[in-house]
């Protein structure tokens, strides 16, 4: 009996100890399947503290306790904070952003300093001694690399052969003219870019931002938002991202640094329709010439999160048409930009392109393609991480730059 004694204690201290570690180990499965080491920046997953996380097309569209904006009345609206100045934020010195008439020219610059290979390349093929099947292949290997799309490369090359031939003998001077002209014909300076933001008879001009994650469209706003302050603009802003953390904080600093106020919500998981609606009858009781509402960032291919889009814009029409939806896209996202367009369009009327992040890549055709697919003008570019590194687009000026 005293030998099997110490037996029997080892086991039972055994499987206390084993019974210990059985919550540790599952914890630790918990974590690593809902919080992996790694993540990539369009992931719909958002980790939050002490591990875990939320789908984003799983999260709750309205804050608990409080309806949604339905298709008939908006009976049950909360009303959003309207704050003078942002609350929460130490106070900003108002700034004078640049006149927009010089930002084009000052953008420019810095895409000619690019190494884009859409003119370059092409000047030297068109240059050469000898053009011959060969170098044509070429040139339109250069355009497909440029992004400029299969109908839009065959196009130009077809002008460009027929022109060639007729031209005969070539000086590069006549090759940089003959480019541009035809360079200029796809790019379509006949496209209305002009911004809508005349203020109605009794209602402000209503634009949307929206995109898909990591494409800077809070930073868009912001930068958009000096445009038109520069221009003279009585601009109020609508902090509709309400799933990003500290994204309304972002917009309200943006806005408080040129004196704009934003409407924005206290509540995390805030219905975004909720907020834009609140900040689009703020606009109109302000009697502010332009509401800009910035949105969440979606995955083009999240069906529950494209639909929810769809609402904040019938819930805001509800109150002032909306006169701009711009969609912003990343310039480096090449063909993949097409595709987030094409479901956006879709979903809420695209009425212009806002192309960011222009000057870190040599793919300017992208400008041809997306105006091709969608029918809807590239209205502005980015060409920097400045405050005012954000401009009109102009299809000759875009052209010149390409050519240097």
Known sequence: ?????????????????????????LKTRRNITKYP??????????????????LVEDRPAVTPGRPAPGEAGLEGLETAEVPDD????????????LPVAGRLTRLRERLVRSNNILGKGLLALLSSDKIDEDVWDEVEETLLLADLGTEPTMQLVDALRERVKVLGTRTPEQVKALLREELIKLVDPTMDRSLRTERHADKPSV????????????????????????????????????????AAEQLATWGQRVGVPTVKSDVD??????????????????????????????????????DELGKVKRVIEKLAEVDEVLLVLDATTGQNGLNQARVFSEVVNITGIVLTKLDGTAKGGIVVAIQKTLGVPVKLIGLGEGADDLAPFDAEGFVDALLN
């Open 207 to 246: 634009m949307m931002v929206v995109g898909v994650n990591g494409v800077g469209k809070t930073t868009t706003v912001g930068k958009l938002a000096r445009v038109l302050v520069a221009e003279d603009k009585d601009v109020l802003l609508g902090a509709a991202d309400t799933f990003r953390a500290a």
């Open 269 to 306: 998981g805030a219905d975004p329709a909720s907020v834009a609606y609140e900040a689009v009858k703020a606009g109109i009781d302000q009697e502010v010439d332009v509401v800009m509402i910035d949105t969440a960032g979606r995955l083009q291919n999240k069906v529950g999160l494209m």
């Open 1 to 25: 009996m005293n030998d099997i004694l110490p037996i029997i204690l080892a086991i039972l201290a055994a499987l206390v100890v084993i019974g210990g570690l059985i919550p540790v180990l």
């Open 86 to 97: 942002a609350a929460g934020l130490e106070t900003i010195a108002v700034e004078t952003p």
């Open 37 to 54: 080491g790694t993540r990539d920046a369009n992931d719909p997953v958002e980790p939050v503290r002490g591990g875990g996380g939320t």
